[in-house]
């Protein structure tokens, strides 16, 4: 059974661009979260979606945004980029929420801002 | 709002010893408790899930304890290999609806 996969693995942008970051579930799970992993620092929690709905949101600005389909792949959009957005972006999907359920994480889009 | 530590922040040990890693949290309500193992530039590995009403769960070399009232939660793993090098996350699920990760422990293992 394939695992959740992102794409593309990387990403150079120039500042002020848009990024687009794709991630399809493990098939049968219906949440999908998002985390950034910047140099040197933890994970920081972006968006979860279940069921098409946003269900919470991190403390990120609004030019960060998403959305997931009818078939629970998701996407991830960052808006007017800057330099510190350059990250690992880490996406992840499990059956239930992840509170309540084994979440499963993708192996990352890399994103250079430059 | 949850809080995750992880002591130490890296360890290095010679093959064969056992390794201890430490997972403390601020709010002991919480649903499940996930252990991740991370290589350089990678995604995350699920290890070891623990829900709130379990003490333990283990996987091969791998055992993880779980004391919601204390909010401590230990991995232990058994005989350890050059191949358990990299960083080893936990992480906390609660009511504020998301998992709150430890900034991580870098583990190496010296053949």
């Known amino acids: 059974e394939a695992g959740v996969t992102q794409s593309p693995t990387h990403l150079i942008k120039t500042r002020g661009q848009q990024a687009t970051l794709r991630c399809s579930p493990i098939s049968g799970h219906t949440s999908v979260y998002w985390y950034q992993q910047a140099l040197g620092l933890g994970l920081q929690f972006l968006l979860w979606y279940d069921e098409g709905e946003e269900r919470n949101r991190g403390n990120f600005p609004p030019r960060f945004s998403g959305r997931q389909f009818p078939n629970y792949s998701s996407e991830l959009n960052v808006n007017a980029l800057e330099l510190e957005d350059s990250a690992l972006y880490l996406c992840?999907?499990?059956?239930?929420?992840?509170?309540?359920?084994?979440?499963?994480f993708g192996q990352g889009t890399r994103l250079t801002v430059v | 709002k949850q809080e995750v530590t992880q002591i130490p922040a890296a360890l290095s040990v010679p093959e064969g010893e056992n390794l201890v890693l430490n997972c403390s949290f601020t709010d002991s309500a919480i649903y499940n408790l996930q252990w991740f193992r991370q290589d350089p530039g990678k995604g995350l590995t699920s290890l070891l899930l623990?829900?709130?009403?379990?003490r333990e769960q283990t996987s091969g070399r791998l055992n993880a304890s779980l004391d919601k009232s204390s909010g401590r939660s230990t991995l232990y793993i058994a005989a350890s290999q050059p191949g358990d090098s990299a960083t080893y996350l936990c992480?906390?699920?609660?009511?504020?609806?998301?998992?709150?990760f430890g900034a991580g422990t870098t583990v190496t293992v010296r053949a």
């Open positions: 623990i829900q709130s009403s379990q």
């Open positions: 992840a999907s499990s059956p239930l929420t992840a509170i309540r359920s084994e979440a499963f």
């Open positions: 992480a906390v699920g609660s009511n504020d609806y998301k998992l709150s």
